[in-house]
């Protein structure tokens, strides 16, 4: 039985450095103050790092708590496309969709995340919503109804990658809990398509190596909380090196309820699937290939 290195609950304001992040808060000047610059990052260069979001006191049970549930990862090296639709789906000559590469980083599914951690607390933590949504300019955000998907913690171990890929959800947020000894560098395209434009030759070019003026790389620590337009930013983490694995907990939420991943897409992340993803396509808002 795998234990828990933090025992029960948090509270977010337990979990938060407040004194930097002030969730006990809402709508105060502190508060407006970072959902401001969070903001003109992400209309910027479509990311916004929010350093030391987690105390520092926490960083190292944050790390071996998620260490401890690392094993449950569903780890099948699989080839991927960037849409994460069948290598095989009938797409013209020349789509970047025809590109195949190869996926070697694990999940975590949510239903395998104990309550109790501090990022399943997090995560369902009303306030903790309320402060993302700010920051992306949104009304509000919803969890994903999908039971596998919603939370999820990546981890890529040494000689793997998480290759060039797209979000289902539109807008990603994530932590990562432990890095690796070398390499394991977070790149991305800022909205290299749009909700009526894929931009397929954009794309084609960074799949190819010839797009690295389209890319941005950030140094992430552990306990940075991360912003970003996954939807339409395609990005990937670079193959990781020495004897580390590096794990990230992701936080999936929607502007809109009942989002469920389809299930080619779940079968690829978990290697299973529940009635949830063979009862019902996800909600979209858009005609953008997965």
Do not use: K
């Not at 959902?35 to 987690?54: N, P």
């Not at 991305?188 to 070019?205: H, K, L, M, Q, T």
């Not at 999936?252 to 699937?273: K, M, N």
């Not at 009862?279 to 005609?287: I, K, L, M, N, P």
Request: hydrophobic residues 40%.
């Amino acid at each position: 039985m795998i234990s828990m290195s933090i025992s029960g609950a948090v509270s977010v304001d337990e979990v938060v450095d407040t004194d930097r992040y002030p969730l006990s808060d809402p709508d105060g000047p502190a508060w407006r103050a970072v959902v401001a610059r969070a903001r003109a990052e992400l209309d910027d260069i479509g990311c916004c790092v929010l350093a030391d979001f987690v105390r520092p006191s926490l960083l190292d049970a944050l790390e071996r708590e998620c260490a401890e549930i690392a094993p449950l990862a569903h780890g099948r090296v699989e080839l991927v496309n960037a849409y994460n639709i069948a290598i095989d789906a009938p797409l013209p000559d020349g789509h970047p969709g025809r590109t195949v590469m190869e996926r070697g980083n694990a999940f975590v599914a949510r239903d395998h995340i104990p309550v109790s951690s501090v990022i399943h607390q997090l995560y369902t933590s009303p306030v903790f919503q309320r402060f993302v949504a700010d920051c992306f300019a949104l009304p509000g955000l919803y969890e994903l109804a999908d039971p596998l998907s919603g939370l999820c913690l990546n981890v890529i171990a040494p000689g793997r990658a998480h290759p060039w890929h797209f979000d289902t959800n539109e807008f990603t947020v994530s932590m990562l809990t432990r890095r690796a000894d070398r390499d394991g560098v977070f790149e991305y395209c800022p909205n290299i398509r749009s909700a009526g434009e894929e931009n397929v030759d954009d794309v084609a070019a960074v799949l190819a190596g010839n797009g690295e003026h389209l890319v941005r790389r950030l140094t992430l620590r552990p306990g940075d909380l991360q912003l970003f337009r996954g939807r339409l930013a395609l990005h990937r983490v670079s193959t990781v090196r020495g004897g580390r694995a590096r794990h990230t907990a992701i936080f999936a939420y929607s502007q809109r309820p009942g989002v469920i991943g389809s299930a080619e897409r779940t079968r690829q992340l978990f290697g299973r699937v529940l009635s949830e993803h063979l009862a019902a396509e996800a909600v979209r808002g858009d005609s953008l290939l997965d």
